[in-house]
Each structure stands twice: as structure tokens, then as C-alpha cells.
């Protein structure tokens, strides 16, 4: 699937063209297109801020006009920090991301649009898009340039991304144990505990046995800590048994 | 709900404590603290990045050790870039930033922990907290400190954000037509393009019209709309007849 092309119209410093480069690369779009760049092109200071990103910079392409920037696209979205009073759609980054993989799955081709550091996009700009995305903010709205980008192209790979929202690294150490394993724990534990005299009044044994397992299920050990905990078990009796000797 | 505090720890370059200032107070996080800033604070640097995001900067707390940082939070997050081969549970920042909702929603305090620019945070830091956030990222992963205080305040805001994903602004002029302006549109356009010969033959009338008011359809017009396309065919008619003449 192709991913959108990001356009910067009128852009003025290289540093955030260089931090825009950075961020698309880190969310698997590469396709950068500047109109009218104002301090020309290539630009040193891109380069720089881009740190090892510059390959986007380096297939960059300039035009003069946003409309030839924008020619051969299907699908555009123009980023803006207010609203425009206009009648457009105004979408999330997170809808903008879904219509966007929605129709790079159906072959179009796609862009996001960013206005200069100073004025952002001008309502002719606005004019030639389909949508316009606004990032959601606190009170406080100051996103730069490369901050927007950042976003953006941030939920383009979040829509497409199959990352558990949660898991824990499982290396060949990293197995859950067996509930055998568990339950032989749970034995030396609770036998150790007894005979220290910790698991006291009887009345009160089987109680806190069970909140003593709820607590070590709630951790969800792996099978190495289950060891590693007999281990501790292991040592600080025998500790105990050599000071009191 | 109070939001989570930010941890930068060890942090080198004032440039990038002020990104992260005002990427936190864009997505209403404002409590930054400090372990060890390596140039001192306050940071004349920080204060120029951080823009009008200065006051993030002004109340940031500065702390010898990262244990004194994170004395009184309840929940505690690290970020890192890369797998550690321990056996904490990895987070997204979707899910990182639902579970801070519902902890600071229990009254508990918060916070999300960063390593410093060159080398982010070593094991023993990552020790100290819950469990670790990931940004998921193309195979160019090349984040910096700025832009994963961003992701992360950015997941914060989102998690809680009830702006709905697409929406059309809707000024005194931009309400929705009724029907029967709809129908009066329709009656106006087809009564035209009939006297001009456009819906030929008879026997494709029905379809063309059909056609012609699923597109019109398609557009969601507003009634203001429907009145300036009513105005467009009475301009378009009238020049034709007077190029007749």
C-alpha cells in the first residue's frame, strides 16, 4: 500500500523540513514535495535535522505551483490549525488516516498538505483538497510544522498497525508456567510460611493463603521467576536457619 | 482529571526540554520535572523552543535522583525505542495513555518517563517503573525526545478527546436544506437542462435524472449552497439566451 505523499507548501526553514523528513521516514512515508521552498533546495539544514532520514530529502521533489504539486493525486487533506468558517469536512487525524489506507487500498493515490510556518495554509490552498484535518489540542494550540506532520503520519502507520496494545516479551526464559509449576510454589511457599510461624491464627490460615496466591497470580510470572522466587524462598530460610544457629 | 507528569531524566540539550514543554502543553500536560539537566535550568535554549509553551518551562521541577522524581506518582511509564529483553509488559501508547485515564480517574498521579537524548534509559531506570511504552514505528526508527513527548501527550489528549471524527462546521448560513428545498433545486436544474436538450433521448430521461441527483446528493450540500447552484443556473441560462439574441 502506498502511503500518502506529504506536500509543504511555501515552506521557509530547512530545520522543519529536515523534522518533517524525520518524522515521516519513522511512519513508513517517504514521499516528500515541496512547493516553492523559500530558502531553495537542497538545503544543509535539512539534512541536519533530518539526521538519518536525509534519504527522504535526498527523493524530495520542488515544484512551483501547489497545483502541479498535487496533479497526479486522488485523495487530499489539507492540515489546518483553526477553523476556516468554510464548508468543508473537517476530520481527526485518526479518520483522515482510515479514509486515506481506505483508498490507498483501492489504488489511489494519496496526500497530506501543510501549510508555512507562519501563516500555514491560505483558503485557496484549502480549496483545491477534499478535507481538512485538524489535530486535536488542549486550550493551548501551537503545533509547528514538523509537530503536525509528526501526528499525522503517525496515525497513518497506527491505522495499519497490528501491535498488541499490551504484551510482555516471551523469550525461550520468558514461558508462562504450567499450573504445576504454579501449584509447586504455592506449596513451598505456603509450607515455608507455615512453619515460620507466619501464617498465624489458624482461624485466619486459609484466608491468607488465598490473598497471598491472588498476589502472585497478579503478577503473572513467567516460569523463569517462578524458579527465581523458589530460589529466594530457598535462601532466606536458610539464612534464617544460620543466624539463629 | 490531572494530567501525568513528564520525567525527563538526564536530559542534555535545552532545544529538546522545550519541545517537550510545548508538545506536553498542547495536549494539556504541564507538569515537567527534571533529573540532573545536564546544562542546569533554568535554560534560556528551552525557554526559546518552548514558544508560548514557556510556562510549562517555569514551573518545572529540577531533582538530584530519578527515585525523588518519581517519590509520589502512583503509576509510572518508560518509554523506550527498543525491546530490553526483560520481561516487562511493552504498552502502546493508545493503550499507555487509557490505562493513565482510568488510574488518574481513581484519583491516582500519574507520569511517563524518558531517557535522556543520546542514550534514553537504562535498565535500572526502566526498573523503577510499571511497565514500558513503545511508539510503534516504521523499520526507520530514529525518534527523538521532543517528538515522544508528543506521541505520548498526543495518546493522553485522544484517550479523552470527544472531538467526532469527521464533521462539517455549521455556521447561520451552512444548515443542512430541508427536502423541500432539495426538490426545489432538483425541479429548477431538470426543468433547465429539459428546454436545453441536455436530457435526450426520452427514453434515458429518468436515468439522467436519477443520476444527476445522486451526485448532487453526494455533495451534502448546505441551504446556502442550494441557493448559490440556483443562482449558477439562472446565470448560465440567461448568458445563453443573451448570446443568442
Same sequence: chains 1, 2.
Avoid at 70 to 80: E, Q, R, S
Avoid at 106 to 113: A, D, F
Avoid at 234 to 239: E, G, H, P, Y
Wanted: charged share 25%; glycine share 6%; net charge positive.
Amino acid at each position: 500500500m502506498t502511503a500518502p505523499s506529504i506536500i509543504l507548501s511555501r515552506p521557509q526553514l530547512g530545520e522543519n523540513i529536515g523534522a518533517a523528513a524525520r518524522a515521516m521516514a519513522n511512519f513508513g512515508l517517504d514521499d516528500l514535495r515541496l512547493v516553492a521552498p523559500r530558502d531553495g533546495w537542497p538545503n544543509e539544514k535539512a539534512n541536519h535535522m533530518a539526521v538519518g532520514a536525509a534519504f527522504v530529502n535526498e527523493k524530495a521533489r520542488v515544484y512551483q505551483t501547489l497545483e502541479e504539486a498535487l496533479g497526479d493525486l486522488n485523495l487530499v487533506y489539507a492540515t489546518t490549525a483553526r477553523d476556516r468558517g468554510t464548508t468543508k469536512e473537517v476530520l481527526t487525524p485518526e479518520e483522515a488516516a482510515k479514509r486515506l489506507r481506505k483508498a490507498a487500498a483501492r489504488g489511489e493515490k494519496t496526500g497530506i498538505l501543510f501549510g508555512n510556518e507562519r501563516a500555514g495554509l491560505d483558503n485557496d490552498e484549502i480549496s483545491l483538497t477534499d478535507a481538512v484535518i485538524m489535530v486535536p489540542t488542549s486550550e493551548f494550540t501551537s503545533l509547528n510544522l514538523g509537530q503536525t506532520v509528526l501526528v499525522t503520519a503517525y496515525e497513518w502507520l497506527r491505522a495499519g498497525d497490528c501491535t498488541p496494545p499490551a504484551r510482555i516479551e516471551h523469550g525461550p526464559y520468558h514461558r508462562k508456567p504450567t499450573r504445576e509449576e504454579m501449584f509447586g510454589l504455592f506449596d513451598h511457599l505456603e509450607r515455608e510460611l507455615a512453619e515460620s510461624g507466619f501464617l498465624y491464627p489458624p482461624a485466619k490460615y486459609d484466608t491468607m493463603v488465598r490473598a497471598i496466591r491472588a498476589t502472585v497470580h497478579r503478577a503473572k510470572l513467567t516460569y523463569q521467576e517462578v524458579q527465581t522466587l523458589r530460589g529466594m524462598i530457598v535462601a532466606l530460610v536458610k539464612n534464617k536457619h544460620r543466624v539463629r544457629k
